[in-house]
């Protein structure tokens, strides 16, 4: 038994016999070295872990046979040593040890080989000997081994071949780690005869290439003399005139010096080509595309911003911010041409306009139209395109958008910005940031066309439906504008002003005029339930349809069910007032609605029951809500078991704006009072019964006044949000602002 220490090579290892140099960075090895050569006579145990990918390998990771070497030389250098190390013998290693100065030791015993039969080793030795210089004459190998295999001796013989041929680290670990020397030899016979066959069939492929080659160039040279032929004859190739006809387009674009000498190369590249390479195609469909781009072509925009704004007028009601942005860009450019347009981000609930205002945008201003959706997209190069090079190569999403419609000014529609997807194929949202920064789109560059395109003339609007879910990065690029859902009031009057004369105009039979406000209220309540106005402008198409194929010229309430069927919806909330029941506002995908909160208590021991598909948000304010009810309400809760159900169990509920119809319901339940069916809330709730601020408040109320709520209890810190709701909600709903639960209690329960 011997101790020893250790130094670990990840990338190379030793064997016996056998000499390296190394150069030492790390403060560990250099002390481990002056250890060796102070203390150990100069002796090293050399090993590699097993799993060379490992970063940090630890004592199992090490193997149990590794190789004794001599400190030939070292020498300090800056900061570093350099050494060098011959390989002494095998070892196997009983353990692996630290000692308080952080160098790794090891308890080693020497390796006894195996006994071998003298013919066995001729016979191997021999076979050995052949194939090593049938390997060192077809690998063009240097013969300088040849050199050092002056002694018999296998074992020594296998250990030098090992070290000298290119394998790679996995395998020379093999031969560091097999004692047997019989059993190296015909692994190494096995693995040079593998890399002569190898060879063999590199020199057949190589010969069959340059046989190709040849006749590549033969073919080239004929094509060349056809040329002058057909020069001499003035006739003309098909790949002459598309040449031609490149290079007149180039003449025809302003570009920057750098962008035409690459068009020019990519054209001369096509002229000396073979037009059967496959090359060939691919740089023809570039060149193509790249010179029907429109890069200095645009469209003639609209510049008087009262005629803008008229337009915008007609085709969309309401959407102030959005028309006045679009007018004071219009009215600024006639100012300042370098101005840049506006990022404008449409956020809100399906149905109130935000694709459809995004083209009139464009019809009003005299712009081309391009819409790109990006929902549940999760691969960057969707955006900016994959190099020509790649099989079914093609130019990104916005690059494609400007070829259609023929303009480097368009309007660009990027829907649905918060339902992009970030994975292992990349990060959609960080593209984006570059296609919309002012600052960087002037010189975008998309991998199909490896030249920067200039994307400052382009207006984008982005449109989603949940502010929260766009990416952070993203939202600081842009500006929001927060369309909301109608009221019942602006959803007649878009049916009255935009939907039913269009409609009517197109089915000639049916007046616009036959429907009353009231027949109009009507529909909306009973067979409509969205934020906005798709689903209203589909039922009067339906409606309209149904009366001019059965000649109907006067409709009423009667007549409006029995062609549409039996209403599908109803505004009303609780039929009645009840004990532990109310009203939780809600903001959903279609806009504000209203979730019914019930609390009942049965005997038990003080469990809390939840069901209505809730999430871990809303069961967590659930335990918040009975905490303030123990504590603040001094309530013994621990005889009773509370069930909490919220109707409607079908939709996913999560968030804490529930918390305060949840504590209100609870507290009806334990006073035994009951509140009124018309009231609703919308509230989180702290553990000292704070009512804190929320989102989406506009929406909700909206909501509960289009659902016939009469009263609502808000947070206080949400006062500023009612500056944006609309009159009509103001004026015909109570609105009470809290800031504790107390207020609410006092006023409904006490």
């Not at 800056?78 to 196997?92: E, F, N, S």
């Not at 109320?701 to 500023?720: Q, T």
Request: proline share 3%; net charge neutral; aromatic share 6%.
């Amino acid at each position: 038994m011997q101790n020893i220490p250790v130094i670990i090579l990840k990338n190379l290892i030793i064997l016996p016999n056998q000499e390296i140099k190394l150069e030492l960075n790390n403060t560990i090895s250099k002390k481990t070295v002056v250890e060796a050569t102070n203390k150990f006579n100069s002796e090293i145990l050399v090993i590699a872990p097993m799993d060379t990918f490992e970063e940090e390998p630890g004592v199992d990771d090490l193997p149990k046979v590794g190789v004794v070497a001599k400190i030939k030389s070292r020498i300090a250098t800056d900061g570093g040593m350099k050494i060098k190390l011959k390989g002494l013998k095998r070892v196997a290693v009983n353990k692996y040890y630290n000692t308080t100065d952080d160098i790794l030791y090891s308890e080693v015993m020497y390796i006894e080989l195996p006994a071998i039969v003298k013919e066995e080793e001729r016979a191997i030795t021999r076979k050995l000997n052949s194939v090593l210089r049938e390997y060192i004459s077809i690998c063009n190998s240097s013969n300088d081994i040849l050199n050092l295999l002056t002694d018999k001796d296998l074992n020594k013989a296998t250990d030098i071949i090992a070290s000298f041929l290119p394998f790679d680290i996995a395998k020379k670990l093999r031969y560091m780690q097999e004692i047997n020397p019989i059993k190296r030899a015909k692994a190494l016979i096995i693995d040079m005869s593998e890399e002569i066959k190898v060879q063999e069939l590199d020199s057949e492929l190589d010969n069959k290439v340059n046989d190709v080659l040849s006749e590549d160039q033969r073919k080239f040279i004929l094509k060349e003399k056809v040329k002058i032929i057909n020069e001499e004859l003035g006739e003309e190739t098909i790949t002459n005139s598309e040449i031609k006809r490149f290079r007149e387009m180039l003449a025809k674009l302003r570009l920057s010096s750098k962008v035409k000498e690459k068009v020019e190369l990519e054209i001369k590249k096509l002229e000396f080509m073979n037009e059967s390479s496959p090359e060939f195609s691919v740089i023809r469909n570039y060149l193509d595309y790249l010179l029907n781009l429109p890069w200095n072509k645009s469209t003639k925009e609209n510049s008087n911003f009262n005629k803008v704004r008229e337009s915008l007028d007609k085709t969309h009601y309401g959407l102030e911010e959005t028309k006045e942005r679009i007018t004071e860009y219009v009215a600024i450019k006639n100012i300042n041409k370098n101005i840049n347009p506006p990022i404008i981000c449409l956020v809100g609930p399906p149905g109130v306009g935000k694709t459809s205002i995004a083209m009139s945008i464009a019809d009003a201003m005299n712009r081309k139209f391009y819409k790109i959706s990006v929902g549940g997209l999760n691969d960057a190069t969707e955006l900016v395109g994959s190099r020509k090079t790649y099989l079914a190569s093609s130019p990104g999403k916005i690059i494609s958008g400007i070829n259609k419609v023929g303009a480097n000014n368009p309007v660009i529609l990027i829907d649905e910005v918060d339902k992009m997807v970030k994975d292992y194929k990349g990060d959609p949202a960080s593209v984006l940031l570059e296609i919309l920064d002012p600052v960087q789109n002037k010189k975008f560059v998309d991998n199909y066309l490896e030249e920067p395109f200039d994307l400052s003339n382009v207006l984008f609007v982005l449109t989603a439906n949940y502010l929260e879910d766009i990416p952070y990065a993203l939202l600081d690029r842009v500006e929001v504008i927060n369309l909301n859902s109608y009221t019942i009031f602006e959803k007649k009057d878009i049916a009255r002003k935009y939907l039913l004369p269009k409609i009517c105009e197109e089915h000639v039979l049916v007046e616009k005029e036959r429907f009353s406000d009231d027949l109009i209220y009507f529909i909306i309540n009973n067979y409509t339930n969205e934020a906005g106005v798709r689903e209203l402008n589909r039922v009067l198409i339906s409606l309209v349809r149904k009366m001019a194929i059965n000649n109907i010229k006067t409709i009423t309430r009667d007549k409006v069910v029995k062609l549409l069927g039996n209403p599908k919806y109803s505004v009303t909330t609780l039929k009645e007032d009840n004990i532990g029941v109310t009203n939780a506002l809600a903001y959903t995908k279609n806009g504000g609605a209203i979730s019914t909160v019930e609390v009942i208590s049965i005997s038990g021991s003080g469990k809390i029951i939840t069901t209505g598909n809730l999430g871990n948000v809303m069961k967590e304010s659930i335990e918040v809500i009975t905490s303030v009810v123990k504590n603040k309400y001094k309530y013994n809760l621990s005889k009773i078991d509370l069930h909490f159900h919220y109707l409607s169990a079908d939709l996913k509920k999560d968030g804490p704006s529930a918390g305060l119809a949840t504590i209100m319901a609870l507290l009806s339940l334990l006073e035994k009072k009951k509140i009124a069916s018309d009231i609703a809330f919308t509230g989180e709730i702290s553990l000292n019964g704070n009512v804190l601020k929320i989102g989406g408040l506009k929406e909700k109320l909206i909501g509960a006044y289009n659902h016939g709520i009469k009263e609502v209890f808000i947070p206080k810190d949400n006062e500023m949000d009612l500056v944006y709701l609309p009159q009509i909600v103001k004026e015909k709903m109570t609105i009470n602002l809290v800031s504790n639960i107390d207020e609410a209690y006092t006023k409904l329960l006490k």
